[in-house]
């Protein structure tokens, strides 16, 4: 709901993004179609085969704290807005999305805060995420086993 509120979508016309779409899922809530501006064109769905087929041409996106959402953009090269659900049990969302944001791989809000975010971020202050290499953690895990090593 956050994203489809007059704050977030005037902040993102004043930085200049001309497009919304916004994935649903599940949800019971739909978000409006129109802006207040109607220079701002904004449209839904519920689920996609393919998700990163719209993340591919989107400048920017805004996602859940979910970290295969998180790692999906990222791996794209994509800006990326979390926004962190202060209502789950844990917090391990919250602690992913603010390490990656302290790190400057991405921006980290909260549903109140997204337009504030929106509006202050400096897409020239992300630094590129750089997946780390998983094979010398598998050569241990080999080792331990008793598995040949290459």
Do not use: W
């Not at 839904?44 to 998700?51: C, D, E, K, L, V």
């Not at 989107?58 to 791996?75: D, K, N, P, Q």
């Amino acid at each position: 709901m956050a994203v489809d509120s007059p704050e977030v979508k005037k902040a993102l016309l004043q930085k200049g993004y001309t497009d919304l779409l916004i994935q649903m899922g599940r949800g019971t809530y739909v978000p409006s179609k129109v802006s207040e501006d109607a220079t701002l064109q904004v449209d839904h769905f519920m689920f996609s085969p393919s998700i990163a087929d719209n993340m591919r041409t989107a400048s920017l996106v805004i996602s859940h704290a979910g970290s295969g959402s998180i790692f999906e953009t990222l791996r794209l090269g994509k800006p990326l807005i979390v926004v962190v659900n202060e209502d789950l049990m844990d917090n391990h969302q919250s602690e992913l999305a603010e390490e990656l944001a302290e790190r400057k791989h991405l921006f980290c809000a909260h549903p109140q805060t997204l337009g504030e975010t929106i509006g202050a971020m400096d897409l020239g202050t992300l630094v590129p995420y750089v997946p780390g290499d998983a094979e010398p953690v598998v050569t241990l895990i080999n080792k331990f086993l008793g598995f040949p090593v290459d």
